[in-house]
């Protein structure tokens, strides 16, 4: 498998609810920026495009610019297609297309930015996380930077949450969870230096599934305010060294090629 569905077009992950997306999309713009932000008048490229087809949580669309050039690839067309629409009606001009991120369709050092937000945690086969992540070196210019979002495995409601899902056969996607230490590890092998880490998203992990529930029962409003409660407990979480890597669904790195 490549990204987060195993047959491309039927297994994609069920949505966030609206405010716990925008929330989440919230977190990867401002990390972005907290790191660097996009660089003006260059090119900027997203492993997976699922958030920008189907759902709130998007974040291309978010940071967006005239003098930059995004583009983005998931292994499902059918989310490739849904996200061009979206973005063209928004008024965008991304480049946006099906493709593997273990055989990325680009030239060597083509971005001067990589986003990969939780694209390279779905993987059937954990030897396949190596072949992406070196085929992401490959198309990042020689001072660029990679963003890379992992599953979190120091958050033990979000690990076994997803582990009883699995048991219960409610997962639809392969899932693999990571520590700094394994991220580390890995990114040493394919040749980065990490500059920065972090944690991000410190959602609780079933309220998504609740709020979902909520609003397909008719409960729309209540859904609204208790997910604005959710995300401000979030962001208190968030907030405090003493809790954040223990509740981010993402630990997140900012990697350069080695010398």
């Given at each position: 498998?490549?990204q987060?569905?195993?047959?491309?077009?039927?297994?994609?992950?069920?949505?966030?609810?609206?405010?716990?997306?925008?929330?989440?999309s919230?977190?990867?713009?401002?990390?972005?920026?907290?790191?660097?932000?996009?660089?003006?008048?260059?090119r900027?490229?997203?492993?997976?495009?699922?958030?920008?087809?189907?759902?709130?949580?998007?974040?291309?669309?978010?940071?967006?610019?005239?003098?930059v050039?995004?583009?983005?690839?998931?292994?499902?067309?059918?989310?490739?297609?849904?996200?061009?629409?979206?973005?063209?009606?928004?008024?965008l001009?991304?480049?946006?297309?099906?493709?593997?991120?273990?055989?990325?369709?680009?030239?060597?050092?083509?971005?001067?930015?990589?986003?990969?937000?939780?694209?390279?945690?779905?993987?059937?086969?954990?030897?396949?996380?190596?072949?992406?992540?070196?085929?992401?070196?490959?198309?990042?210019?020689?001072?660029?930077?990679?963003?890379?979002?992992?599953?979190?495995?120091?958050?033990?409601?979000?690990?076994?949450?997803?582990?009883?899902?699995?048991?219960?056969?409610?997962?639809?996607?392969?899932?693999?969870?990571?520590?700094?230490?394994?991220?580390?590890?890995?990114?040493?092998?394919?040749?980065?230096?990490?500059?920065?880490?972090?944690?991000?998203?410190?959602?609780?992990?079933?309220?998504?599934?609740?709020?979902?529930?909520?609003?397909?029962?008719?409960?729309?409003?209540?859904?609204?305010?208790?997910?604005?409660?959710?995300?401000?407990?979030?962001?208190?979480?968030?907030?405090?060294?003493?809790?954040?890597?223990?509740?981010?669904?993402?630990?997140?790195?900012?990697?350069?090629?080695?010398?």
């Open positions: 498998m490549d987060k569905r195993s047959s491309a077009d039927a297994l994609r992950p069920a949505p966030v609810d609206p405010v716990l997306g925008r929330y989440k919230d977190e990867f713009v401002r990390i972005v920026r907290q790191w660097g932000g996009v660089p003006e008048g260059r900027f490229f997203k492993t997976d495009l699922n958030e920008e087809a189907f759902a709130e949580d998007q974040v291309l669309f978010s940071l967006s610019s005239p003098s050039r995004f583009f983005g690839i998931d292994v499902s067309p059918q989310a490739a297609q849904a996200a061009h629409r979206r973005q063209q009606a928004s008024g001009g991304h480049h946006y297309a099906a493709g593997d991120v273990r055989r990325l369709p680009f030239q060597d050092g083509a971005f001067e930015l990589i986003l990969s937000s939780s694209t390279l945690d779905h993987f059937d086969d954990g030897a396949d996380l190596s072949v992406s992540l070196k085929e992401l070196r490959r198309v990042l210019a020689p001072a660029g930077v990679l963003i890379l979002a992992l599953n979190n495995r120091h958050n033990p409601n979000f690990y076994w949450m997803s582990r009883l899902e699995g048991l219960l056969q409610r997962r639809r996607y392969p899932m693999q969870f990571f520590t700094f230490a394994m991220i580390r590890r890995a990114a040493d092998a394919a040749g980065f230096l990490i500059d920065r880490e972090g944690s991000i998203v410190h959602l609780p992990s079933p309220a998504n599934t609740a709020l979902r529930f909520l609003r397909r029962m008719g409960g729309g409003r209540l859904a609204e305010l208790l997910g604005r409660r959710v995300v401000r407990a979030a962001e208190w979480f968030g907030a405090r060294a003493a809790t954040r890597l223990r509740t981010g669904w993402f630990l997140v790195v900012s990697c350069r090629k080695k010398p």
